[in-house]
C-alpha cells in the first residue's frame, strides 16, 4: 500500500493509513445514526486482527485504530469495504465527514429533523464530485439543538436548528432562515465554492472567508449572532434514556468495544466530539468506563505520547494520570507529547508539552502559544496547577 505524503489538509482514514511509532493508523467514519451492533463488532474484530488491537476515538466523532503494517492495513481495507464500514470510493468516502448533533432522534428538545436533513445532505453532497477538491479536513455538521445547543459542533459549513427551519453557518457568516431543502442547497453550493477556491483556506479556521463564500453562492448573509455555549457532558444519563461513557483518554481495547457492543444491544451504539459512547440507558456496572461526569479524569485531554508517536518525547498518558486529581472541577489540562496538539487542538486552561522528560507549560492556551513556564517537571506543574487554577474550583 502506498502511503500518501503529509500535506496540508490530509487527514487519514482506510484508504490512506498514516504512519506512527506504533505502526500505521486508520481511521472510520461514524454513520450518522451511528453503528450497528454487527459493525461495532467487526470493528473490534478489525482492530484485534490486523492491528494492536488499540481503539481511539477522535474528536470529529469518529474511530481511530493503530498498529497495522502496510500489509495487513490493505486487508483491514479488505475486511471494512466487505462489512460495508467504508465508501468504496476513497473520494466519497471523504465527503461523509458530516456531524450530527449527537442526541438527535433521543433527545426531545433536539429538532426532531435533524437525522433526516442530515441524511439529505449527505445524499447530496456525495454526487458533487467536484467538491473532491476539498481539503481532507474540510467538514460539515447538522446541529439540532436541545441539550446539546446549537453552536457546539464544529464544522466549516453547519445547518443549525432556528424556530422556523435551518440556518446555513460558514465562519462569522450564516444565510436568513430557510426550509429543509433549501438550507441543504444552499449548504452544497457553499460548499462547492470552498472547493473552487480551496486557496482561500476553511471557514473554521479562517472566518473571514464566509462573506466571500456567500456572496460567491449568490446567498445574502448576516453576521452570526455568537452566544458562548454552556458547558455540555456526555457522560452519565443523558435525554432520551441514554447513558453516556466515557473512555479514559478516548481510548480503549478492542475488547472493551465488544463489551460496549453487547450492551447496545440492538440499538445503535454513537460516538460523539467529546470521545464518549452513547447507549441505551440500563442498570449494571461499566468496569474500565467513566460514568460519572465529574470524574477527574475527564478533566485531562492526552495524546498516546511516545508508545505511539515518533514526534512525542514522554510517557504523557502516565504524566496526565498523575495529575488528574489536581485539576479543579470546570478546568482542564492537555498533556501533549509534542507541538502538535491532536488530543485537543483548542485552548486549555493549561497545557502542557513535553520536552524531553520535562515540560512546557501554557497557560489558556494551545500547544503552539508561547508558554508561560519552561522546563517543568510533575511536582512543579502540580503546584502550578494549585495556585493558577484555584480560582476557578466550583
Request: aromatic share 4%.
Amino acid at each position: 500500500m502506498t502511503v500518501p505524503p503529509l500535506v496540508r489538509g490530509w487527514c487519514p482514514d482506510m484508504f490512506a493509513p498514516m504512519e506512527a511509532r506504533d505502526g500505521y493508523l486508520v481511521r472510520i467514519r461514524s454513520p450518522l445514526g451511528g453503528f450497528e451492533g454487527p459493525q461495532v463488532l467487526a470493528i473490534a474484530e478489525l482492530a484485534r486482527r490486523f492491528g494492536n488491537g488499540v481503539v481511539e476515538l477522535t474528536n470529529r466523532g469518529n474511530v481511530q485504530l493503530r498498529g497495522f503494517s502496510s500489509t495487513s492495513a490493505k486487508l483491514a481495507l479488505e475486511s471494512a469495504l466487505a462489512e460495508g464500514l467504508v465508501d468504496p470510493d476513497p473520494a466519497k468516502e471523504r465527503r461523509r465527514a458530516i456531524l450530527v448533533s449527537p442526541l438527535a432522534g433521543w433527545d426531545p428538545a433536539c429538532n426532531p429533523e435533524t437525522l433526516d436533513v442530515a441524511q439529505s445532505l449527505q445524499t447530496a453532497l456525495l454526487e458533487e464530485n467536484a467538491l473532491s477538491a476539498l481539503s481532507g479536513k474540510f467538514g460539515w455538521a447538522v446541529d439540532g439543538g436541545g441539550y446539546v445547543p446549537e453552536g457546539t459542533l464544529s464544522a466549516d459549513i453547519a445547518l443549525q436548528s432556528r424556530p422556523d427551519g435551518w440556518s446555513v453557518v460558514c465562519g462569522a457568516m450564516e444565510t436568513g432562515v430557510l426550509d429543509n431543502a433549501r438550507a441543504v442547497r444552499a449548504a452544497v453550493v457553499m460548499s462547492r465554492v470552498c472547493a473552487e477556491n480551496s486557496d482561500l483556506g476553511r471557514p473554521s479556521r479562517d472566518t473571514d472567508i464566509a462573506a466571500f463564500v456567500l456572496a460567491k453562492a449568490g446567498l445574502e448573509g448576516i453576521p452570526c449572532k455568537r452566544q458562548g455555549t454552556r458547558p455540555v457532558s456526555l457522560i452519565g444519563p443523558l435525554p432520551g434514556k441514554v447513558m453516556g461513557v466515557g473512555l479514559p483518554f478516548g481510548r480503549c481495547h478492542a475488547k472493551d468495544l465488544e463489551v460496549l457492543a453487547e450492551l447496545a444491544g440492538t440499538s445503535r451504539l454513537r460516538v460523539t466530539p467529546c470521545r464518549s459512547v452513547l447507549l441505551p440507558q440500563q442498570d449494571g456496572t461499566w468496569p474500565g468506563f467513566i460514568t460519572s461526569s465529574v470524574d477527574p479524569l475527564l478533566r485531562v485531554e492526552a495524546c498516546i505520547g511516545r508508545a505511539g508517536c515518533a514526534k512525542a518525547t514522554a510517557d504523557v498518558v502516565e504524566t496526565a494520570l498523575a495529575l488528574a486529581s489536581d485539576v479543579p472541577p470546570g478546568c482542564v489540562l492537555h498533556v501533549s507529547g509534542c507541538i502538535k496538539g491532536c488530543a485537543h487542538p483548542r485552548a486549555a486552561d493549561m497545557t502542557l508539552v513535553a520536552d524531553d522528560g520535562h515540560y512546557e507549560v501554557v497557560r489558556n492556551g494551545r500547544t503552539t502559544d508561547t508558554p508561560s513556564w519552561h522546563d517543568r517537571d510533575i511536582p512543579q506543574i502540580r503546584a502550578l496547577l494549585r495556585h493558577e487554577l484555584k480560582e476557578t474550583q466550583v
